[in-house]
C-alpha cells in the first residue's frame, strides 16, 4: 500500500522557470510531510517541512504548498537553477509520542532536470 | 564533517555470506534509523533506536537480519546469509526528536550480492 504517491518520475524545466513537483498521500494521520533532495551517490538531503496544520511554508526559493481536503501537496522551486538537478522525494511522518517511532514513508521520486 | 557516515560505501560479497554496516549518527542525536532503498523506490523503513534501545523493527527486516546500537553512539546493521534480494543501498538516519523530526542521512551503503 503505498501511502505516499509522486506520479511523475521525471521533470525538465527551464532554468529561471518554476519547477513545481507533485506529492499525493492516502494516510490523512501524517502530520508532517517533508521534502529530500538527492544527487547520486550521495543521501537524501533535507529541503524543506511542513506541518499538517499550515497549508504553505516558504523557504527562500522553496515553497511547499499542503492542501489537506485533496491530500496532495506541491513543492515550488522558483527560479529554478542548474544546480536543483536532482531527484525530489516527498516523504511523511505521523507523531506517535515523545519517544515513538516518528519513521519517514517516503514517495518514489521524481528526478527534475534544468536546461541550461 | 560533523554529518552521518557510513561505512563502508560499497560492500560486494557473494551469496551466502554475512556483511555488517556501521553508521555513525550526528553526536547529540538519540534517534537513530535504518533505511533501504531499491532502484527507482524511495527509501523503506527498516528499525528505530531511542539512544541503544530498538524500539521498533520493520516487517520488512527478516531473522537474517540484526541491527544493534551500543552505548546509544553508533549502529551497526548486520545481514546473515546474504541472499541477492538483498542487493539494496543501506541508508541510516539520526534526528533529535521533536516539531518536524528532521532526519539527517549518510550517504549510504550499497550492498551488491553476487
Known amino acids: 500500500d503505498q501511502q505516499v504517491k509522486q506520479n511523475s518520475p521525471s521533470l525538465s524545466v527551464q532554468e529561471g522557470r518554476i519547477s513545481i513537483l507533485n506529492c499525493d498521500y492516502t494516510n490523512s494521520m501524517f502530520d508532517y510531510f517533508l521534502w529530500y533532495k538527492k544527487y547520486p551517490a550521495e543521501g537524501p538531503t533535507f529541503l524543506i517541512s511542513?506541518?499538517?496544520?499550515?497549508d504553505k511554508n516558504e523557504d527562500g526559493r522553496f515553497t511547499v504548498f499542503l492542501n489537506k481536503s485533496a491530500k496532495h501537496l506541491s513543492l515550488h522551486i522558483v527560479p529554478s537553477q542548474p544546480g536543483d538537478s536532482a531527484v525530489y522525494f516527498c516523504a511523511a511522518f505521523r507523531f506517535i509520542s515523545n519517544f515513538g517511532n516518528e519513521k519517514l514513508t517516503f514517495g518514489t521520486g521524481t528526478r527534475l532536470t534544468i536546461i541550461p | 564533517d560533523t554529518g552521518v557516515s557510513q561505512d563502508p560505501r560499497h560492500k560486494i560479497t557473494k551469496r551466502g555470506q554475512n556483511v555488517t554496516f556501521r553508521c555513525d549518527p550526528i553526536?547529540?542525536?538519540?534517534?537513530l534509523y535504518w533505511y533501504r532503498q531499491t532502484l527507482g523506490q524511495g527509501p523503506e523503513f527498516l528499525t528505530y533506536f531511542q539512544n541503544e534501545a530498538q524500539l521498533e523493527k520493520s516487517r520488512l527486516l527478516s531473522d537474517r537480519f540484526s541491527a544493534e546500537r551500543p552505548k546509544g553512539s553508533f549502529s551497526t546493521l548486520e545481514i546473515q546469509r546474504t541472499e541477492q534480494g538483498d542487493s539494496a543501498m543501506y541508508l541510516c538516519?539520526?534526528?533529535?526528536?521533536?516539531?518536524?523530526?528532521?532526519?539527517?542521512f549518510g550517504a549510504g551503503t550499497r550492498l551488491s550480492v553476487l
Open positions: 553526536s547529540e542525536h538519540n534517534r
Open positions: 511542513i506541518s499538517s496544520i499550515k
Open positions: 538516519a539520526s534526528s533529535l526528536g521533536g516539531g518536524a523530526n528532521i532526519q539527517y
